[in-house]
């Protein structure tokens, strides 16, 4: 059901009960402001946000570095060599 905002605050109550039903809209001026739902409803809301929520790279590697700390594990790296450069050397054959 739709409200407008003056209606939903003189029938609070029954735009509560109404949830129960199904979410409730709350317009101003013709303009969606509000939603009033379940709680229930709402939770489900939050997990699927948080689910959506994507980690940075650098967020990902921060806990990969936190995981292999706390089991005492330590990746090799070898040490930089350097190669030759294929478009500094004069002789190119192609």
């Given at each position: 059901?739709?409200?407008k905002i003056a209606e939903a605050?003189?029938?609070f109550s029954e735009l509560i009960h109404s949830t129960l039903k199904e979410p409730q809209?709350?317009?101003n001026r013709d303009r969606l402001v509000a939603?009033?739902?379940?709680?229930a409803e709402?939770?489900?809301?939050?997990k699927w946000r948080e689910s959506q929520i994507q980690t940075s790279?650098?967020?990902s590697l921060q806990e990969l570095q936190n995981l292999c700390a706390e089991d005492n594990y330590?990746?090799?790296v070898p040490a930089r060599q350097n190669r030759s450069d294929f478009y500094?050397?004069?002789e190119k054959t192609i």
């Open positions: 059901m739709n409200w605050k003189q029938k809209l709350i317009y939603v009033m739902s379940k709680a709402y939770q489900e809301f939050l790279m650098a967020e330590t990746l090799f500094l050397t004069s």
